[in-house]
């Protein structure tokens, strides 16, 4: 590696920002901004258009497997272009929909070309390019999501009052155009070898205290037949946990902060959690890559956690203030834990295939996540019995992801 020259592997991590920044907000953050001027003009209830993000998140369960085994072994940079134009052209459709249902059609092909577009994409990329500094690298991808929401926010919301929802959905769908598309297809390399490369830190010999803390080990066995060793199962179970706990919490914190201490307050808390969240990310990175798996993973969800303690004590806002915080860097576990979890396990080369059965098992989490929560509330009139319960589930994921790394050590080849 020259060491004079800035390896190609960082603008990597540079134009996956720009994907994660303008893709994944629309999808995740910034989907409900929509819900008052459609529901209102098409006459529909506010469940049925949230409805078109959950049949979106849903494809994830079926089809993330079938898109990173597709992705692995074809030619990325050519599958992520023609998708990235896909959910552009199929976000932008959203727009000509005249009732309900065509919304649901116009979020079927969002959600497939989505699969092929972001996250999974991504995630793999940061694999193939990094040994060293791969936690670092993969949170600041990852924090492209935050940047993204912090920056559209304010823009959507002046889209939606001046130009209305259609022509906001066309213009939303036109910045991924112009921004994510050449980045594919011009920035992006699926690994360093397609350049002649090798991945950042492949040549280092770290020594024996560095090798243990950071286990760059694989196992020996393929994903298949992991499929019969108890660590599979135990990651699917952190997986399934985690999934449930962020589309709980990020899906339900709004309403919760309005009723325990108003709008305003609601409107502060969500802007602290959130920039505090680019931070959280790069931070999990940091520690992942200093100190190993364990380390990080114990961080995000021992602060995770701790913001549900703190929202059952939200009748006091500085309770509120502390729980912000703590969520701010915890809820870096649902985007950038999982990659790095996986790649701890499986390495580089089996890394495709497992994070496509990892993510499909973290979709089902997210899918219910949220209608579990307020379903909770409905039945209690309380959201503390829910908090108690996703702070169950979040030691749940603890243990299930520490537990399978610990366990998968056994089959580890070095």
Not at 264 to 285: D, E, N, R, W
Request: aromatic fraction near 14%.
């Amino acid at each position: 590696m020259n060491n004079k020259k800035i390896f190609y592997g960082w603008y990597i991590v540079l134009g996956s920002i720009l994907i994660t920044c303008t893709i994944v907000p629309l999808i995740m953050s910034l989907s409900s901004k929509f819900l008052l001027q459609v529901t209102q003009e098409m006459n529909i209830s506010r469940s049925s258009f949230t409805l078109a993000n959950t049949i979106l998140q849903a494809l994830g369960i079926f089809f993330s497997p079938i898109v990173s085994k597709r992705l692995a072994q074809g030619d990325m940079r050519k599958i992520q272009s023609f998708s990235i134009v896909g959910f552009a052209a199929a976000y932008a459709s959203y727009s000509l929909a005249q009732n309900v249902y065509h919304i649901y059609i116009s979020a079927v092909f969002v959600g497939f070309f989505y699969l092929n577009s972001a996250l999974i994409p991504v995630s793999m990329m940061i694999t193939n390019w990094f040994v060293k500094k791969r936690g670092v690298a993969m949170s600041m991808a990852m924090a492209g999501i935050g940047l993204g929401g912090f920056i559209f926010s304010p823009v959507v919301t002046y889209l939606l009052g001046a130009f209305g929802w259609r022509n906001t959905y066309r213009i939303m769908a036109l910045v991924v155009l112009l921004v994510a598309f050449p980045i594919s297809l011009f920035v992006l390399r699926k690994k360093p070898e397609d350049m002649g490369l090798k991945p950042y830190g492949a040549d280092d010999t770290p020594d024996l205290s560095v090798k243990k803390k950071t286990a760059v080990g694989s196992i020996g066995i393929s994903v298949k037949e992991s499929r019969t060793k108890v660590f599979f199962y135990l990651l699917l179970l952190g997986m399934l946990a985690n999934g449930i706990i962020n589309s709980g919490a990020l899906g339900q914190f709004p309403p919760a902060l309005e009723e325990l201490q108003g709008a305003s307050v609601q409107a502060a808390i969500i802007s602290m959690y959130s920039l505090i969240g680019i931070l959280g990310k790069l931070l999990l990175g940091w520690l992942n890559d200093r100190f190993g798996i364990v380390a990080s993973t114990t961080f995000g969800c021992t602060t995770f956690a701790l913001s549900f303690v703190f929202m059952l004590m939200g009748n006091n806002v500085t309770m509120l203030y502390l729980m912000a915080v703590c969520f701010g860097f915890g809820n870096a576990i649902g985007t950038v834990t999982p990659p790095l979890i996986v790649s701890a396990i499986y390495g580089t080369e089996k890394y495709g295939e497992a994070y496509g059965i990892a993510n499909s098992v973290t979709q089902i989490g997210l899918s219910v996540g949220s209608l579990f929560v307020a379903s909770l509330y409905d039945i209690f009139g309380t959201y503390n019995t829910a908090w108690l319960f996703l702070l169950i589930l979040t030691v749940t994921a603890f243990i299930g992801w520490i537990s399978a790394y610990l366990n998968s050590r056994k089959y580890c080849t070095a």
